[in-house]
């Protein structure tokens, strides 16, 4: 089945499934009504759909000037390898680029970095490493 692509909040459930197949949720045990939430204030969201199946989405997380953050780069295990990451990402870069963002950051899975370079993006340098803290 064809993969068709759309701009705007997936349905609730649907995207609670989907990120569920990352494993992120082991850690941090969101709820499909926070995610709901935290999807709902994006900036601007893409999916992809196989019929009415959601199996990939990516957001952008923005002040809509300098502050950008793509997140939330999910492709379904069994639709992965397909090129469906790849036209969400440069959906996205399109989007920033057409708002006049100059800078994009992201945070790679274990193993992702490759495919994020592909597009342009590089590594921080180690005397300039991004910090967190999980609470």
Known sequence: MAIHYENGLP???????LFETTGWNA???????????AV???YFIVCAYSGAKLVGTGRIIS???????IGDMIVHPDYQNQGIGSEILAALIAKCQKDGMK???LTSA???MGFYKKFG??????DAAGMQKHL
């Open 63 to 69: 002040d809509g000037i300098y502050q950008t953050l």
């Open 11 to 17: 349905e609730k459930e649907a995207f609670f499934s």
């Open 103 to 105: 800078q994009i950051q």
């Open 27 to 37: 850690k941090y045990s969101f709820t499909a009504n926070e995610l709901e939430i």
């Open 110 to 112: 274990k193993g992702k």
């Open 40 to 42: 709902s204030n994006s």
């Open 121 to 126: 993006f590089e590594a921080r340098p180690a």
